[in-house]
């Protein structure tokens, strides 16, 4: 397995434990917001392969408790499973953080008890989701297969949208409210620019906004927290 990137520590983003954070190319969105665009496709030179992933992590056995998959879209990388089975097997607890197209290898990890976490990103609303996400088509039945998947899930499950005034307003989230009723946690991050963000002009969400829209999630939602 070719590796895009490595965060040797990270605090957050695996919450209660202290991780590593693995970023794999390849994605098949084309989110104007995303801060990984420059690892978009799977094919560009990468930093590392697996075996030096491995080593990496025998180095900070006792310090580092959990690992990260992220991307890009993980779950497009066939070996996947059987990365996951080795760092496992080293001790390391496993989450996932996916854009939900891939669900039968989502279910396939699942199923075989390879995660212990999983956050999905919620793009916006079904109507909105292939202007969200840079496609003139979306495969909205795989998104949805995936939230029901983890809604089923007997680990620690996430979903989460990144906020954008370009992308989103109280109509998303009543949308998202109705989907996904019942669901444990939901984060909104609102949209920040960087370097390698595609689109600089979405615009970011005042918190007044983005409390509203935490309100509108919490009358289905249990847990709903605004981050940064």
């Given amino acids: 397995m070719i ?11 695996f919450p209660g434990r202290t991780a590593a954070t693995v970023f794999l190319g390849g994605c098949t969105m084309r989110c104007s917001y995303c801060h990984n665009a420059e690892i978009w496709e799977v094919n560009r030179p990468g930093i590392m392969e697996e075996e030096d992933l491995y080593t990496f992590l025998r180095s900070r056995t006792g310090f580092l408790q959990g690992v990260c998959f992220s991307g890009g879209e993980p779950l497009m990388r066939e070996d996947l499973a059987e990365v996951i089975r080795t760092v496992r097997a ?39 989701y292939a202007e969200t996400v840079g496609l003139s088509h979306i495969a909205m039945r795989r998104i949805a297969d995936s939230v029901n998947l983890l809604f089923g899930a007997d680990i620690r499950v996430e979903f989460r949208t990144t906020v954008t005034t370009r992308f989103h307003d109280i109509h998303s989230f009543e949308v998202i409210g109705e989907w996904l009723a019942g669901a444990d946690f939901y984060a909104l991050q609102p949209f920040r620019v960087s370097e390698f963000v595609p689109d600089a002009t979405l615009g970011t969400p005042s918190r007044k906004t983005l409390e509203t829209y935490a309100s509108i999630l919490r009358r289905t939602i249990r847990q709903v927290e605004i981050r940064g």
């Fill in 90 to 128: 080293m001790g390391f607890a496993v989450k996932l953080d996916t854009n939900g197209l891939y669900p039968d290898r989502l279910k396939a990890l699942l199923d075989e008890g390879l995660l212990d976490m999983v956050a999905m990103d919620i793009k916006n609303e079904p109507a909105r």
């Fill in 3 to 13: 590796i895009h990137g490595l965060q040797k520590l990270s605090l957050l983003d």
